[in-house]
């Protein structure tokens, strides 16, 4: 099956600094892969994904990266604010809905 | 619309007791799972199904077990109950398709085994 590996797991970054994950993926029949937000005791929510046909998506501050060659893919987010502060966890999938996701990164944005 | 909608969002249960968690969506998504969530752990996928009357298992199926009679409902049943499934359940929908889209999560809940 599928194994995703996500980092780091805990992330601290100043508030307008920059912040970015990374996730690896075994197995190259995946082909759609979201990222999720979680605040602390709430539901995880998608907050941008990519699929295999494009190398790159932007979304205002937040930008995601593919490279199937290497299979990983990544996390941008551009001049962070507090409530950036949450659990983000990456996932990559196939066309059989199998998901499968990363251990998860804990930000932290400081005021 | 009220999405993914789950009961209960707390339980306490004591080991050997059996329960049902209620998984129910209104969007018409064929596809419907279930994963718990642990600490450092990430989301893991406990059962799955696509469709009514279908149903399969995901990497950590021991100790439940689900049923899909309709479209909207998916249930997950704890057989006997242990500390090791002292855990946040998640139930999440989609379509399902040759492009696979958005997981709608519900709000989650939170079990807690003695």
């Known amino acids: 099956g599928e194994n995703v590996e996500q980092h780091p797991s805990t992330l601290s970054v100043q508030e307008g600094d920059s912040a970015v994950i990374k996730c690896t993926y075994s197995d190259s029949a995946s082909n759609y892969f979201p990222w999720y937000k979680q605040e602390l005791g709430k539901r995880p929510q998608l907050i941008i994904d990519?699929?295999?046909?494009?190398g790159e998506k932007k979304d205002q501050r937040i930008a995601v990266t593919l490279n199937k060659t290497a299979k990983h893919f990544s996390l941008h987010i551009t001049e962070t604010q507090p409530e950036d502060s949450a659990v983000y966890f990456c996932a990559a999938a196939n066309t059989g809905n199998q998901f499968y996701f990363g251990t998860g990164t804990s930000l932290t944005v400081i005021p | 619309n009220a999405g993914v909608t789950q009961t209960p969002k707390f339980q306490v249960l004591k080991t050997g007791q059996s329960m049902t968690l209620q998984c129910a969506q209104d969007m018409n998504h064929e596809y419907m799972s279930w994963y718990r969530q642990d600490p450092g752990m990430g989301l893991r996928l406990i059962h799955y199904?696509?469709?009514?009357?279908?149903?399969d298992q995901g990497e950590v199926p021991n100790g439940y077990n689900v049923s899909r009679s309709t479209t909207e409902d998916f249930p997950l049943r704890l057989l006997s109950a242990a500390p090791s499934q002292t855990s946040v359940y998640f139930c999440?929908?989609?379509?399902?398709?040759?492009?696979?889209?958005?997981?709608?999560f519900g709000e989650g809940s939170r079990l807690t085994v003695l």
């Open positions: 990519i699929r295999s046909n494009v």
């Open positions: 999440a929908s989609s379509y399902y398709g040759s492009n696979t889209g958005e997981l709608f």
């Open positions: 199904s696509v469709g009514a009357g279908i149903t």
